[in-house]
Each structure stands twice: as structure tokens, then as C-alpha cells.
């Protein structure tokens, strides 16, 4: 545990980092791949592009010295963290590199202000935490390898099918190439894709699983993504598995992790509520084909929303499970319609509380919800102002949490 003098150290230099938290996290990703690019490829270059793991790392910070004595309230973004380490294959070895870079940057970017004693301070408060996420990662790590078909590190697997769901949307059939069994996962689970960049190195990114467990094979959906500037890394892995991967090929897996998932062994007399907009279908549909095989009985509220049908993950699907399942309630909500919604499970705009409101009048759910940042905003903002208890909000987010929660005060 560390000492209260240490506590108070960081803690008062909370505000400091704060202020200059962008600043600091940019240096120290710049001085971090200078002086040691061999853990470059562990990192996303899209989100480097785009800043948001500089936003990400910041706010984390931030939130660490703010928490440092009370770490109690860090147990959600610790495992988070952890479970994303763990999809990335981070390893004990990489804590002393992360931590020299970042005390590093503390001192050069701050200046007279990083004292030998703030350094100090905080070179205790890193490996403090470092140790809290190794332990966790370990246990996730021998939970991987320990269970029937596991692995750890990448496994070599098969396309077996490639199937386009929407204009912008295609699932891959992945099928382990040593023929041996597959693990369940939690339904609301990623796995971790590895790829090889032009210049021989390569990169990863994390995509979730789109149908139940105990198939198999694994199905992931990729929306195409394409880059907003030209000579930047977004949409490159998108655009390649949707233009270059073909039936047949092979792909490097990481084992399945995620703190988004669907508990299907604990039953609740609460409906559950699904909300999905965009490619943030893909774990809401994992945890929606879970659901109905494990709890029959249980009230399902899915919607859906997209800009049109065109660009409309699974809807065949979807229709064809409601006509199968009575306990499930489906609404589609286009905020660009190709033409006049015309059924009583249709509309026209985007995802509002009169929406939420006419699909759960009481209000009382299990909510679950993925999609781009505005759609995220929305819901979290909607459901804090009903005052629905934490225990009862699961949610993935493309983006540090912070983000949402500064998204959801606006």
C-alpha cells in the first residue's frame, strides 16, 4: 500500500497534470516509440492519429491521481484496462518501458515544477498500479489457456465464409486452422485481430463477436472504414479484410476478452433492454442470440438505429427472430430513411427519451448499449436522468470514458 505522504504527493499534483494532460500523454507516446519502437505495434496508430488514446491515457491519469486514495472507485477502469492489455498481449516486460517513458515526461514536460520528489512519488504510484494490473492480467491470461480450446498469444485461423450483412458491413466466419476446439466467450466480447503493415511491421485492432457462443467458429462484422485524411492509417484494417481477405486466407486471433458481456447465468426478473446504432450492433447481437437461448422467458427490448436499410447490419435476421420469440419487441429507428417508414416497429430520426419511454414505460431495465458517440451520449444522458441505478447500465464506448461523460453533460 502506499504511504499517506506519497498519497498526498499525487494527489496535489492532480490539478497540475490535469491542466497539462494532452500535452504530456502526446510527449510521452512521441518519446516512448523514439526510444523504444519495438512496442509501437502493441499500440493503435488510427487512435494515435486521432488522438484519442492521448485523450484516453490523460484522463486516466487524471483519474488516478484524483483516486489515489480511494482506488475502490478505479475497479471498473482497472479491469477495462486489464482486459484491453490482455487482448493486446501487454506483458510484465512492457511496465518498466511504459513507466521510465512516462516518468520521463513528467519531468521534461513539467519542468521545475517535477521535483526528485514528485518523480519519486509518482515513479511508487505507477508500480503500485502496474502491480495491480499485472495480477489481474495474469488471471486473465491463465483464464484464456485453462479453459477447453484456449490459448494464449495469436492463433492462427481460417476464413471460412465471408457474408455482407449491409452496403458497409461484412461478417467473416473464423474457423482455428489446427481443426482443434474453440472456448465459449461472454456474449459482448471482442477478439484481436493481427495484421501485417506494408513496411513489415504490424498492427492490431479489436473487433466484437457477433454470434453466440458455442459455435464452431468465431463471427466477427466489420464496418469499411475509410481514412478522413489521405496517408493516415484509419480504415486500413477494415479495408483490408473487406477488399484483400478472401475465403480461405488465414488470420492471426488473440482469444477473446472484453468487460462488455451479458452474465447468462444469472436470471433477473428486469426486462433487458438492447440499444444499438451502427456497426454497435455487432455485441448487442452476441448478447441478443444469447439471451433468447438462455433466457426465454425474459422481456427483450432491441432497437436499432442506422441512417437507412442500406447501411443496416442483421435486419433479416432480427425480423425472423421476432416472429420466432414473443418476448421480444423490436423498433428500427433511420435517421436518414430511403423511404417513409410505414410499420408500427419503424420510425424516422434518431434515438430520443420519448423513443425509450414508448418501448419501457416504466423505465425498469437491464440496459445495454454500443454505438458512435453522439448515439452513446444520448442514451447515457436519457438514463442518468431516470436515475437508473449504475448496476443496471453496460455499455462499450469507442473512446475514453471520460469522453462519454463529458459527451452526456452537454
Known amino acids: 500500500m502506499l504511504d499517506e505522504h506519497t498519497m498526498h504527493i499525487v494527489k496535489s499534483t492532480a490539478p497540475i497534470l490535469q491542466a497539462h494532460g494532452e500535452t504530456l500523454t502526446r510527449h510521452f507516446y512521441q518519446r516512448m516509440f523514439k526510444h523504444n519502437p519495438e512496442v509501437a505495434p502493441l499500440f493503435n496508430s488510427s487512435n494515435q492519429s486521432a488522438g484519442t488514446q492521448q485523450r484516453a491515457l490523460a484522463g486516466a491519469i487524471a483519474a488516478y491521481a484524483a483516486n489515489i486514495d480511494n482506488l475502490g472507485e478505479l475497479s471498473e477502469a482497472v479491469e477495462l484496462i486489464a482486459q484491453k492489455h490482455v487482448s493486446l498481449q501487454i506483458k510484465p516486460e512492457h511496465y518498466p518501458i511504459v513507466g521510465e517513458n512516462l516518468l520521463c515526461s513528467i519531468k521534461e514536460v513539467l519542468g521545475d515544477g517535477a521535483t526528485d520528489e514528485v518523480i519519486s512519488a509518482w515513479g511508487e504510484a505507477y508500480n503500485f498500479l502496474a502491480n495491480i494490473l499485472m495480477g489481474r492480467e495474469k488471471q486473465i491470461y491463465e483464464t484464456n489457456t485453462q479453459q477447453p480450446g ?7 485461423f481460417r476464413v471460412e465464409r465471408k457474408v455482407a450483412e449491409s452496403n458497409n458491413i461484412t461478417s467473416f466466419y473464423l474457423v482455428p486452422e489446427d481443426g482443434l476446439p474453440l472456448p465459449t466467450f461472454k456474449p459482448g466480447q471482442y477478439l484481436t485481430v493481427r495484421v501485417s503493415l506494408p513496411d513489415g511491421s504490424t498492427t492490431m485492432r479489436n473487433y466484437s463477436l457477433s454470434d453466440k457462443p458455442g459455435k464452431p467458429y468465431f463471427r466477427i462484422s466489420v464496418k469499411r472504414e475509410y481514412a478522413v485524411e489521405a496517408n493516415t492509417p484509419d480504415g486500413y484494417v477494415s479495408s483490408l479484410l473487406h477488399q484483400s481477405v478472401q475465403v480461405g486466407q ?13 452474465d447468462t447465468t444469472k436470471q433477473h ?3 433487458l433492454a438492447l440499444l444499438g446504432a451502427g456497426v454497435g450492433i455487432t455485441p448487442i447481437m452476441s448478447i441478443l442470440l444469447s439471451a433468447l437461448e438462455a433466457m426465454p422467458d425474459r422481456e427483450i427490448i432491441f ?9 443496416q447490419a442483421f435486419k433479416p435476421t432480427l425480423d425472423d427472430l421476432a416472429k420466432k420469440h414473443p418476448n421480444l419487441k423490436l423498433h428500427y429507428r433511420y435517421s436518414e430513411p430511403d423511404v417513409i417508414p410505414n410499420s408500427v416497429n419503424t420510425s424516422a430520426g434518431f434515438v430520443t427519451s420519448d423513443l425509450l419511454e414508448s418501448m419501457l414505460p416504466s423505465r425498469e431495465a437491464d440496459y445495454y448499449f454500443c454505438g458512435p458517440k453522439p448515439f452513446m451520449a444520448t442514451i447515457y444522458r436519457n438514463l442518468l436522468k431516470w436515475d437508473i ?15 462519454l461523460e463529458v459527451l452526456a453533460q452537454n
Request: proline share 9%; net charge negative; glycine share 8%.
Open 303 to 311: 432497437i436499432h438505429a442506422s441512417l437507412n436499410e442500406s447501411v
Open 150 to 156: 484456449g490459448w494464449e498469444g495469436f492463433r492462427t
Open 250 to 262: 488465414h488470420l492471426e486471433i488473440a482469444a477473446p476478452c472484453g468487460e462488455f458481456y451479458l
Open 269 to 271: 426478473h428486469r426486462p
Open 389 to 403: 441505478p449504475a448496476a443496471q447500465l453496460n455499455f462499450e464506448f469507442f473512446g475514453p470514458r471520460e469522453e
